[in-house]
């Protein structure tokens, strides 16, 4: 396996494309490549920028944005915007992989990916397709057509030339998510180490419904000792559930909301059950965790793909699926109630979940990538 190789990785838009681009990275620097053979290409209006450079790693940005999925006159008004500057950021990218000369071409999907891949199919760059979730985003069922592999988060992914990895997590975070005992992790944030603790989170901006949810179940409960809630609000909806954790302060319940958690491996590893989305990374890091869940679909997702990620954990018995227009505080008392009263079926779902982990993606993406760019040397 060579590690004088020169590798391209580009995509972004959102961190679900962007750190697992990172995770594969730093799995190259590990496996031997020098640091700065590895570039990444991306857009300019995605958070790639940071994530990127935070992580010590060189970055070309490109114009351009997602197509909107409408005939409005604004949506067709700025797809048409979109459109040109994905011209330019075509000619842009075609200059990039000319200069750089990458022996792969890595592709994460999403709008920031197009350019770059297109760049390397046409002048005969070897394409590994590195997708997240479990139905392909649309860049990379183009790409995936004209790629040498495709390196696929679940057994049903629907990519040609797949080989089964799992969804990259970075190496500090499955070191982070493992390290923990329960007490300690409980300890870190404040929770009574005799509670049963639910952990509830939506992503950076939140779920309004799982939010509503779990405030009105937390009132419903307000009398039980029994029970601590770990809310991670989100900061689109914060300014609304706030003053929650002060109306229940002196209820017996131990509820408590947060706009942002920067401790979510501690928070993995300190509660019993997490009710949460089913993004890619999410469901990669359940299983990494062995936390059981409740998973709640974001009904929007493009091809149902949220849905999609939770069936190897769902099929495997570590996590219930609710649909969200199914979600509200007494569906939610209702499975929850003989769930958290059987610990033995939990520590079975725990060992359901992990038994779906995939913690060496990173590594194994990484090895992909290398024994393509050994082929091509």
Known sequence: MRTDVDIVITGGGTAGHTNPGIAVAQALVEAGVDRDRIHFIGGERGNEATLVADAGFSIDLLPGRGLRRSLAPDALAQNAQSVLALLRGIGLAFGIVRRRKPDVIMCLGGYAAFAATLAGVVTRR?????????????????????????????????????????????????????????????????????????????????????????????????????????????????????????????????????????????????????????GASTTAELAVAGLPAVLVPLPIAPRDHQRANARELVEAGGAILIGDAELDAARLEAELTPLLADPERLETMSSAAASVARPAAAADVATLILDVAGERR
């Not at 969804?167 to 992790?185: F, G, H, K, L, Q």
């Not at 509830?200 to 601590?228: K, Y």
């Open 126 to 278: 070897p394409v590994v397709i590195s997708e997240q979730n479990a139905r392909a985003s649309a860049v990379n069922r183009v790409f995936g057509r004209f790629a040498t592999a495709s390196a696929l988060p679940y057994p049903d992914t629907d990519l040609p030339k797949g080989v089964l990895t799992g969804n990259p997590i970075r190496s500090s975070m499955v070191e982070a998510v493992t390290r923990y005992d329960r007490a300690s992790a409980r300890a870190e944030l404040g929770l009574d180490g005799d509670r049963t603790v639910l952990g509830v989170w939506a992503g950076s901006l939140g779920a309004t419904r799982i939010n509503r949810a779990t405030v009105e179940l937390a009132r419903s409960w307000r009398d039980r000792s029994d029970i601590a809630i770990h809310h991670v609000v989100g900061t689109r909806d914060w300014d609304d559930f706030e003053s929650v954790a002060t109306e229940l302060a002196d209820d017996a319940i131990d509820y408590r909301a947060v706009a942002y958690e920067n401790r979510m491996p501690a928070l993995q590893a300190a509660a019993d059950l997490a009710i949460c989305r089913c």
